[in-house]
């Protein structure tokens, strides 16, 4: 930014960093990658074109980014001249090569490279050498971390790969490749999901999410492809679910349904997927819909796994709904149907829970205990760790309605440890919101740390949807510890500590959580929302 800044003094004097430019400024040092060339093009531009204008124009930044210094050596004097003159240097296999992978989005495997790259001039013993020359020349960057060496390509040099592989027709093969191998992904990721590699497979997912879209965009813009999106987008069903991704979700969910309209399999999967994603934000307009459509389709087509599915969420939207009976009913059926099926997995597990909290929330406590203590023992058997941060709060909960509650707020806890390792911002903020309840009750019952804790949970809330989906059951307890911190708080101290909760980021509230501080330390401070808060980056037209 600093270097920006200089240069664009030089042609605007009087040019300096402030309030007003400095989002701009780093968003143009963001997408041209901090390369000094480019930054100092850019500053050029400035004759021209405010900040702003010049940050839209760079989506054909080639073409934006020309001139430079009449001293400067010809070669320098545009930015797509400049990186002609390394693609000069490169062998006619590490051009193919750099075009092929200008089709992929942020990070990427060696193996995601040579399914993807391979082929027509590429031979795929030669592909591990070309990336290692091309690390060599600085066209890819290599990225440690935990596991398997990645790569990426900064934008700049990946949009100039692009352009050739565009002028050379390839395009289409190759991003239907692309999009093909993180179909591949996706799906074995929800096969692993169910198991003990679940934290593996989140992160996994996680670092593939940029290639996801990219795979799911081309999926919705080529014609043709549009039940591979439904496939892709119902898929990711756990990322959207268990990493927090509500919105996102739905977003490629609605706009692959609006394009496939026909009945097939993959859009009854994606219609129960919306429907359970709609009916956790508590939007029970858009999910009843969508499930009893599911549900009719599943009943023509004589597809019985649809119909358990379809049934099982409609017990969800009950549920939330304020209907523990009829959910139970739709557990129960959704459940007999999964046994007839031979159908065991996280979702199983979940419907386990539900049917468990919906007795909870009838007063029947044995049976609500009982069909914990199984879910319990079918995650232990498996090593299912997502379900069981689930399972965990259902346990706090009815602890709390039996008295224990020292048990009641070491569950809730866990319960919270675990969802935060998968970053699932529902099951985060449920252990919350009890643990908020858990604090205004016992003999060391804090009522000021009961309402940031409070604070924190809407916070988290507004990420998710409706907060406690508009349901009375879920929002009862919440009254109930507001009531009590009113009670035993001055009114300015009641909502100092509910400020000082919603000014905390997702990790600080949870740490706050988990190890609730004696006093407040000189550090509390309001932090600026992040994208992990939002369950990722919002995309135009999502709901969050």
Not at 315 to 344: K, M, N, Q, S, V
Request: some cysteine; aromatic content about 8%; charged content about 30%.
């Amino acid at each position: 930014m600093l270097l920006f800044a200089d240069r664009a003094a030089a042609v605007r004097p009087g040019f300096r960093l402030e309030a007003g430019n400095r989002a701009g400024v780093a968003l143009l040092c963001r997408r041209l990658d901090g390369i000094p060339l480019a930054l100092e093009l850019a500053a050029g531009r400035l004759r021209a074109l405010s900040v702003e204008q010049l940050a839209a124009r760079l989506d054909d930044r080639f073409r934006v980014l020309t001139g430079g210094a009449r001293t400067a050596p010809p070669r320098h004097r545009t930015l797509r001249t400049a990186i002609g003159w390394s693609h000069e240097l490169c062998t006619m296999q590490e051009r193919l090569l750099w075009a092929r992978l200008s089709v992929f989005a942020a990070g990427f495997d060696l193996d995601a490279v040579e399914y993807v790259c391979a082929g027509r001039g590429l031979e795929p013993d030669d592909v591990l050498g070309l990336v290692d020359s091309l690390v060599d020349k600085s066209v890819l960057e290599r990225l440690d971390g935990d596991g398997a060496v990645r790569f990426r390509m900064l934008d700049t040099l990946r949009e100039y790969g692009a352009h050739w592989l565009r002028a050379g027709g390839d395009g289409p093969r190759l991003r239907r490749r692309h999009r093909d191998w993180y179909l591949g992904v996706a799906t074995w990721g929800e096969v692993e999901w169910f198991g003990p590699r679940q934290a593996e497979t989140a992160d996994r997912t996680r670092l593939a999410h940029p290639n996801l879209r990219a795979a799911l965009e081309f999926s919705l813009a080529e014609p043709g492809e549009e039940q591979l999106a439904l496939v892709l987008a119902g898929t990711l069903w756990y990322f959207w679910v268990g990493t927090g991704h509500l919105g996102e979700g739905r977003h490629w969910l609605d706009r692959a349904l609006a394009l496939a309209p026909e009945p097939t399999d993959a859009r009854a999967k994606a219609l129960w997927v919306t429907g359970y994603l709609a009916t956790l934000q508590g939007d029970l307009d858009r999910a009843r819909p969508a499930l009893e459509e599911c549900r009719r389709q599943a009943q023509d087509t004589g597809d019985d796994r649809a119909l358990a599915y379809a049934v099982h969420r409609q017990g969800c939207a009950a549920l939330i709904g304020d209907d523990p009976a009829r959910a139970a009913e739709l557990f129960e059926e959704a459940l007999w149907h999964y046994d007839t099926l031979g159908e065991l997995n996280s979702n199983v597990l979940m419907a386990r829970f539900e049917l468990a909290l919906a007795r909870l929330f009838q007063g029947d406590e044995e049976g609500g205990r009982a069909g914990i203590e199984r879910l319990r023992e079918t995650c232990e058997e498996h090593g299912e760790q997502w379900a069981y941060g689930y399972c965990l709060y259902a346990m706090a909960f009815a602890r709390r309605q039996a008295g224990d509650l020292r048990t009641a707020r070491t569950l809730a806890r866990e319960s919270m440890r675990l969802n935060h390792l998968f970053r699932d911002l529902l099951g985060i903020v449920l252990a919350m919101d009890l643990l908020a309840l858990l604090a205004t009750e016992g003999a060391d019952a804090d009522l000021r740390e009961a309402r940031v804790l409070q604070g924190a949970a809407h916070r988290l809330w507004r990420a998710v949807g409706t907060p406690f989906f508009g349901s009375r059951s879920f929002n009862g307890p919440h009254l109930e510890c507001e009531r009590r911190a009113r009670a035993g708080l001055g009114g300015e101290e009641h909502a100092a500590a509910f400020r000082l909760g919603s000014r905390l980021g997702l990790d600080a509230a949870v740490r706050r959580a988990l190890d609730p501080p004696a006093a407040d330390g000189p550090g509390e401070r309001e932090t600026p929302p992040r994208s992990e808060d939002r369950g990722g980056v919002p995309l135009a037209g999502q709901r969050e």
